[in-house]
């Protein structure tokens, strides 16, 4: 059974459409794709032209487990920043921050505006489940992502909350710096029970505003 999931959306200034989520599909519609070959549930990007009949680029991104596609933002040259979760422990890495994978990580990376190269590529995490849900970008080309993580050791940096709760899930904002290696600052953001990011926007000052549910009181 061939099953294909869309999960976010994009548009540039010119009205191209880059659409992200994940796919079992052997057949896949690919064009001048990053990676050809589907393995197991793979993450997709594709791109469409403004008329929506061609593709201008259409990958497949993933490992030798499931990987799966969430969040997409583009910057003003058409670079599309893409984030999601990863079971993989092969998933394409590229000057990444994190090299390593442990348990479900998730993921972030930019991809060329041509779609065939990794400008960056990185997995996010620690020892638990970490799922990421969504990434804007601002006009340097830092990039925001928001998810939840049941980790005790997400990788934090400057944070407004440095510490997990037990092993409830709580949500996590993360900056990422241009190049991608780096944080400019991580956070916990959560309280004694779930806590779950959905959604996240930037302004012009660099604030970030994140939307989710959370079943602490």
Not at 47 to 75: E, F, Q, R
Not at 139 to 149: E, I, K, L, M
Not at 185 to 207: E, R
Request: aromatic share 14%; hydrophobic share 30%; no cysteine.
């Amino acid at each position: 059974l061939n099953v294909d999931y869309g999960r976010g959306i994009a548009v540039d200034g010119a009205g191209n459409v880059y659409v992200t989520g994940e796919t079992v599909s052997t057949n896949f519609p690919t064009l001048n794709p990053y990676q050809a070959n589907q393995d197991s549930t793979d993450a997709f990007v594709t791109k469409l032209s403004p008329s929506g009949n061609s593709a201008v680029y259409s990958t497949y991104i993933g490992g030798n487990s499931h990987d799966y596609g969430y969040g997409i933002a583009i910057d003003d040259s058409g670079n599309a920043y893409v984030t999601g979760h990863t079971l993989s422990t092969n998933f394409p890495t590229q000057n990444p921050y994190q090299t390593n994978q442990d348990s479900s990580d998730a993921f972030v990376f930019k991809l060329s505006p041509s779609g065939n190269s990794l400008v960056y590529s990185t997995y996010l995490g620690g020892d638990r489940a970490d799922y990421s849900r969504s990434i804007a970008v601002d006009n340097s080309g830092n990039a925001y992502v928001t998810g939840s993580t049941t980790s005790s050791n997400f990788p934090t940096l400057n944070p407004y909350q440095p510490g997990q709760d037990s092993l409830f899930s709580d949500a996590f904002v993360t900056k990422f710096s241009p190049s991608g290696n780096s944080v400019v600052y991580s956070t916990y953001l959560g309280g004694s029970k779930n806590d779950y990011a959905w959604g996240i926007a930037i302004d012009d000052s660099g604030n970030a505003y994140v939307v989710g549910d959370a079943y602490s009181t």
